[in-house]
C-alpha cells in the first residue's frame, strides 16, 4: 500500500492549489482518505476527510468554505482543492487512509498508511 501526495508549491495569499494523493497498489476507492498538514514547530492536524462508502466528507473549522476533497476512482486518485490560500495554510501537507471512516476526528492512530507530504508555502 503506496501513497503519493503531490501538487504542492508556492502561491501568493488568495491564489489556488490542487493537491493529489494517488494509490498504488491497492484500490484507493476500498479507504477513506484523510488530509492532514503540519506546519514547522506544531502538531500535525487534520485537515479534510472523504469516506469510501458514500463520499462523506469532513472539514476541519479552518479551512471549510476553502478547500474541497473529492476522489477520481478511475484515476485512483483523492483531491484536496484549495483556494483563498492563506499565509497560516503554509505546511507540509500529507494524505493517509483512514480506519475510521473519517469517525476519528483526525485521530493518527486511526490512519495506517501515509504519503510522503508535499510542501505547500503561501506567501507574497
Known amino acids: 500500500v503506496q501513497l503519493q501526495a503531490s501538487g504542492g508549491g508556492l502561491v501568493q495569499p488568495g491564489g489556488s492549489l490542487r493537491l493529489s494523493c494517488a494509490a498504488s497498489?491497492?484500490?484507493?476507492?476500498?479507504?477513506?482518505i484523510s488530509w492532514f498538514r503540519q506546519a514547522p514547530g506544531k502538531e500535525r492536524e487534520g485537515v479534510s476527510c472523504?469516506?469510501?462508502?458514500?463520499?462523506?466528507?469532513d472539514y476541519a473549522d479552518s479551512v471549510k468554505g476553502r478547500f474541497t476533497i473529492s476522489r477520481d476512482n478511475a484515476k485512483n486518485t483523492v483531491y484536496l482543492q484549495m483556494t483563498d490560500l492563506k499565509p497560516e495554510d503554509t505546511a507540509v501537507y500529507y494524505c493517509?487512509?483512514?480506519?475510521?471512516?473519517?469517525?476519528?476526528?483526525?485521530?493518527?492512530?486511526?490512519?495506517?498508511?501515509w504519503g510522503q507530504g508535499t510542501q505547500v508555502t503561501v506567501s507574497s
Open positions: 493517509a487512509t483512514d480506519r475510521s471512516e473519517c469517525y476519528s476526528d483526525y485521530d493518527v492512530e486511526e490512519h495506517e498508511s
Open positions: 497498489g491497492f484500490t484507493l476507492s476500498y479507504y477513506a
Open positions: 472523504i469516506s469510501s462508502r458514500d463520499g462523506n466528507t
